[in-house]
């Protein structure tokens, strides 16, 4: 395929993709919060934010590790790819493995003394925010794999697996809806393997 080609067919691809996406969230969201009702989600979204905000790191971090794939995958430099893809990879684990060594052991005292939660969803929190850590692992674990898709053009794969991510969560929503358990963390659970799916995707 040639640059021009390219270049059309991925920001059709992307477009599509952030249509579709935002149809489908919207949808989701009014679900979830349905199912979930007012509270849960709060604590949801409470517990998933405070995580969460070490997640901007995950964007930046695609970008960075991408300008080095693009710079010598242009030059035709595949070895040195090679070596910038293996220690982009390192560096992301310990990046992980430092959030976890951060996260882990406040998790207590960020649950139950610095959130306002309700002391009979105390352990549901609990359980979203260890659940919300993993996600994160898998999130920051993924940039490497996801900067060398966008580093070959790859949009078109990267917006497929995007679109059925969220096709799986608005199935997860309606599927939330029927449950008759804790929904809190069935809830938490599923966007994990949703997530893992990603993840083994890239």
């Known amino acids: 395929m040639d640059s021009n080609k390219r270049i059309i067919t991925n920001t059709i691809a992307q477009y599509t993709k952030s249509i579709i996406n935002i149809c489908l969230s919207l949808y989701s969201t009014r679900l979830i919060l349905e199912a979930l009702n007012i509270s849960d989600y709060g604590v949801y979204s409470v517990v998933a934010g405070v995580v969460g905000m070490f997640g901007y790191l995950a964007n930046s971090l695609v970008v960075t590790t ?9 030059a035709g430099d ?11 990879v390192l560096v992301h684990v310990i990046i ?15 649950v139950g003394s610095f959130l306002n939660i309700a002391a009979n969803r105390i352990n549901a929190a609990l359980a979203v925010y260890y659940v919300t850590i993993l996600m994160l692992v898998m999130t920051i674990g993924s940039t490497p794999f996801k900067a060398l898709l966008i580093a070959h053009e790859n949009i078109v ?3 497929v697996v995007e679109v059925i991510d969220g096709i799986l969560k608005l199935v997860l929503a309606i599927v939330l809806m029927y449950l008759d358990m804790d929904k809190l963390i069935f809830y938490s659970l599923m966007m994990l393997v949703i997530l893992s799916l990603n993840f083994l995707a890239y």
């Open 78 to 88: 595949k070895e040195y790819v090679k070596k910038v893809f293996a220690n982009s």
């Open 96 to 110: 992980c493995a430092i959030f976890c060594a951060i996260l882990i052991p406040i998790g207590n005292y960020m």
């Open 66 to 74: 991408q300008r080095y794939i693009s710079y010598y995958h242009g």
């Open 157 to 159: 794969y990267i917006s």
